[in-house]
């Protein structure tokens, strides 16, 4: 890791994530805490996280995302932790949580898709409007974590990729809004990355290639070091990086058919076969 992410992570006293628990979540904690010294981490999900080192200082405030009372409740908490033991540095609040769900909608059924726009998105909102005053209060960065998906129609993960799609864009906004306040954000996408998430998405197997996948501390590192470069949007591999350009050029209506064949050939043949 560079010297700029280690002075980068010098200015933070505290950080908030959510879905810290598992994937990319973990990754994250444990790479910064790898490299940040004293830091005070706070982190948002239903399962308390298991396997971070013994010596972190951290507070698990169980939250489910999908529930605004418990987002509400979990800001609280958050507000209180760090205030006693989160320093007067810097806050990095990263929204990570986040699922999604493979079929033609509204599979598995309607409430999912509601759901998955509850914590991809409402939850973001929400959490980032309460920790905003402290954040401007002590200065510090909003990590999005968003997908190769925000970048195009995305048939057989329908609302997830327009979840993220709305995360992108809304992180962008957002950096703009924030300009002067000492706040900034950074989007992350990931593409196809191994953890839990395909799993509950309900794939069989991950719809890429071997040579696309990338590991989450491969995508928790390439977000410090966008982190520690003041970006405002990283897309997390080469290989990804041309993909969602090439499918940023393409008009939305060529995008989605295209998408809904590599779709299809990825993985819903299997699907539609049963
Ligand atoms: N894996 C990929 O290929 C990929 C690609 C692009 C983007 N992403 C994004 O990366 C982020 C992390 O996903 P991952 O790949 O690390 O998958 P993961 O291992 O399944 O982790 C998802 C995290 O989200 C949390 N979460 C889910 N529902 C929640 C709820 N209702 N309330 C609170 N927390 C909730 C989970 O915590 P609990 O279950 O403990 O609540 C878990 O820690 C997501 O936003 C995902 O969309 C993933």
Redesign the pocket.
Known sequence: MSESLASALDRISAVVI?????????SLIKAISKIGENLFYCN????KPLGLPADLRWAHIP????EAEQVAAGARSVLAEIAENGGSGQVLLIN?????SYGPFPDPDLGHQL?MME??MK?VVHLTGLLLPVLKERGGVIMN?????SFQPTPYLTT?GAT?AFLLNWSLALNEDLKGTGVRTLAV??????????K?AGFAE?PADQHLKQS?EEVAEISLRALAGGRTVVVCGWKNLLMSTAASLLPKRFSAPVAAFFLRRARLDKFLEQ
């Not at 959510?18 to 973990?26: A, H, K, P, V, Y």
């Not at 948002?44 to 399962?47: A, H, I, K, Q």
């Not at 990570?96 to 999604?100: A, D, E, K, L, V």
């Not at 974590?145 to 998906?149: F, L, R, V």
Request: charged share 15%; net charge neutral.
């Open positions: 959510t879905g810290g628990s598992s994937g990319i979540g973990e948002l999900s239903r399962t939250c489910d995302l999908e990570n949580s986040g699922f999604g759901a914590v991809n939850a974590i968003a997908s190769t998906a997830y993220k996408c990931p593409g196809p990355t191994t953890s839990n998430f395909f509950r991950p989450s």
